[in-house]
């Protein structure tokens, strides 16, 4: 969700809330309302967004929501073109519906707009993963990992990654490859 610090705007204070307890519906209409009073309100399109697609069970590309939630990161970004934000969302969006290489189209315009973003070098690298380029999601991740090294944690593929990719054999030693 795209808090940064604290705001002081209560209704949307109130709207996270009510998403973070899973009270998703509630927060859909507290957000909605929001965006009546506050058109600009660009964090309020960002998190109704995320809270539409946390509301699939099964989401798809052509539900409602989805298209909503699409059209929501769409006009943030438009009324923010500077803003990563709306960018990373859309990626991390794009991902959850297996459109991997549009996901990561959002993500470099995320990195674009702010290139000191390691979730969304990391969502890169996980979807280059996916995509079985293995080189390629080694070094996505290995630029991740100096730009937040608490990432490494969640990144227990990159060693299948380099092992496929030629980097280290199956006990892990690495394979020095002549130049």
Same mark, same amino acid.
């Given at each position: 969700?795209p $808090?940064f &610090? =604290?705001? @002081?705007?209560l209704?949307?204070?109130?709207?996270a =809330?009510?998403?973070?307890?899973? =009270?998703?519906?509630?927060?859909?209409?507290?957000?909605?309302?929001?965006i009546?009073?506050?058109?600009?309100?660009?964090?309020?399109y960002?998190t109704?967004a995320?809270a539409?697609?946390?509301v699939?069970? #099964?989401?798809t590309?052509?539900?409602?929501? #989805?298209?909503?939630?699409?059209?929501l990161?769409d #006009?943030?970004a438009a009324?923010?073109? @500077?803003?990563p934000i709306? %960018?990373?969302?859309?990626?991390? #969006? $794009?991902?959850k519906?297996?459109?991997? +290489?549009?996901?990561?189209?959002?993500f470099? @315009?995320?990195? /674009?707009r702010?290139?000191?973003?390691?979730?969304a070098i990391?969502?890169?690298?996980?979807v280059?993963? +996916?995509l079985?380029?293995?080189e390629?999601?080694?070094?996505?991740a290995?630029?991740?990992?100096i730009?937040?090294? &608490?990432? /490494?944690?969640?990144?227990?593929w990159?060693?299948?990654?380099?092992? @496929?990719?030629?980097m280290i054999? %199956?006990? &892990?030693?690495?394979? %020095? %490859?002549?130049?």
């Amino acid at each position: 969700m795209p $808090l940064f &610090g =604290r705001t @002081k705007d209560l209704d949307y204070r109130n709207a996270a =809330r009510l998403l973070n307890e899973g =009270r998703v519906e509630e927060a859909i209409t507290a957000l909605r309302i929001i965006i009546e009073k506050k058109p600009e309100y660009i964090n309020a399109y960002i998190t109704l967004a995320v809270a539409l697609m946390e509301v699939q069970e #099964t989401p798809t590309r052509d539900s409602p929501q #989805t298209v909503d939630a699409l059209a929501l990161l769409d #006009t943030a970004a438009a009324l923010d073109p @500077k803003n990563p934000i709306p %960018h990373f969302n859309m990626g991390v #969006t $794009l991902r959850k519906l297996k459109l991997l +290489e549009e996901s990561l189209v959002s993500f470099e @315009k995320a990195l /674009e707009r702010e290139e000191r973003q390691p979730l969304a070098i990391a969502n890169m690298a996980e979807v280059n993963y +996916e995509l079985e380029r293995w080189e390629e999601a080694v070094r996505l991740a290995k630029l991740a990992l100096i730009r937040d090294p &608490g990432l /490494e944690s969640a990144m227990g593929w990159v060693r299948v990654a380099m092992r @496929k990719a030629g980097m280290i054999d %199956h006990d &892990g030693n690495v394979i %020095h %490859h002549p130049e």
